[in-house]
């Protein structure tokens, strides 16, 4: 069983930055793949971003692309999501999830594990 905790959320002004960390419980150089999802309120859960764990690449939502940044660092089996000039349409709350053995992507029905989630409030 994977744990994963999310932090780093917080209410902030538009164009300001935010950096979120999602600690697992496990070590991350064995986990597939590392995605961060996010829920608007009345909206379904979308896919942000994703790290694969063989080589390090990353994938993004168009509507994150250039702004959102995902890295981990495998010493403490951290991910993190670094935000960037955000918006207030990225107001929700922000999940971090493990996929163990599927192709990398933002199905998120093809996620193992996932935290309780961090919220993410941006004000206009």
């Known amino acids: 069983q994977v744990q994963l905790l999310e932090s780093g959320g917080d209410s902030v002004q538009a164009g300001e930055s935010l950096t979120l960390s999602c600690a697992s419980s496990?070590?991350?150089?064995?986990?597939?793949?590392m995605g961060w999802f996010r829920q608007a309120p009345g909206k379904e859960r979308e896919g942000v971003a994703i790290?694969?764990?063989?080589?390090?690449?990353?994938y993004y939502a168009d509507s994150v692309e250039g702004r959102f940044f995902i890295s981990r660092d495998t010493t403490i089996n951290t991910v993190y999501l670094e935000m960037n000039n955000l918006k207030s349409d990225d107001t929700a709350i922000y999940y971090c999830?493990?996929?163990?053995?599927?192709?990398?992507?933002?199905?998120?029905?093809?996620?193992?594990?996932w935290g309780q989630g961090t919220q993410v409030t941006v004000s206009s």
């Open positions: 999830a493990v996929d163990m053995s599927t192709p990398c992507g933002f199905d998120e029905q093809s996620y193992d594990y």
């Open positions: 496990h070590r991350i150089a064995g986990q597939h793949c």
């Open positions: 790290i694969r764990s063989i080589n390090e690449a990353t």
